[in-house]
């Protein structure tokens, strides 16, 4: 069942989130007969099964808690993982920016723990696709186990590969590559991409970003945006509004870029020098 299948009240199978105080927050599914431990005291499914989203509920030893319906990124976030996930202020930016909807086939290199995969085939709906590429078998498995338990692996292919053989599709709408040194399979990437489809990569560093600006514009990527994400929250308190003490800063990079077709034509040679497409070429011949 979908994390966020349209219910007013929680039913057998449902995810739910339980937030208690101090803003302690747990995510459970719901099973007929199960029970929840906490230092807290102990919930019944059974208990909890039927209420309406946003009840109030109290353990056996009178803690309060609230019964909500968990959004995408507070699923994310708890999510089981073994390497870095992406920030949600991140993953929403992407999938806007690369227009990322419903009956979309997109590709992901690098499964990591599943979450970006997740959030992608949230938002292609039932009709959309991913593949998501991964060389470490360990990190794929755990990307399938985070997919199964939301309910979203029938709209995933997951295939453990080396990319720099390249991939299986050459039609994609779009794609996100996760990996370190993403400027070495750019050919690969434009290959895959449907001719003025999307590209994204998110990395740290200003080195690694260089080497992928150079990369990208040598395969006839253009309208190359490079951008990070700053978040900051307030304090929801009336009579004193102020930042909080702390903020998810810098998590990387984002660089965005399209497929591009450029002509031979000299008429269209001002346009393709206005949006970056094979101007590192020209440089470096001049200087040879």
Known sequence: MLFNAVSSHARAGDIAQLVGLRHKHFIITLKEGAKFETHRGVLLHDELIGKAWGTQVFSHMGAPFFLLQPSLANLLNDLPRTTQILYPKDIGYILVTMGVGPGKKVIEAGSGSGSMTIALSYAVGADGHIVSYEQKPDNQNLARKNLERVGLASRVDFKLRDIQNGFDETDADAFFLDLPNPWDYIPQVRAA?????????????????EKLLIALRRNNFAFIDVCELLLRFYKPEPARIRPTDRMVAHTGFLIFARRIEPSDDNRGRELIEEIGAGYIVEEETKTK
């Open 193 to 209: 991409l449907k001719p003025g489809a999307f590209f994204c990569s998110l990395l740290p560093t200003f080195n690694q970003v």
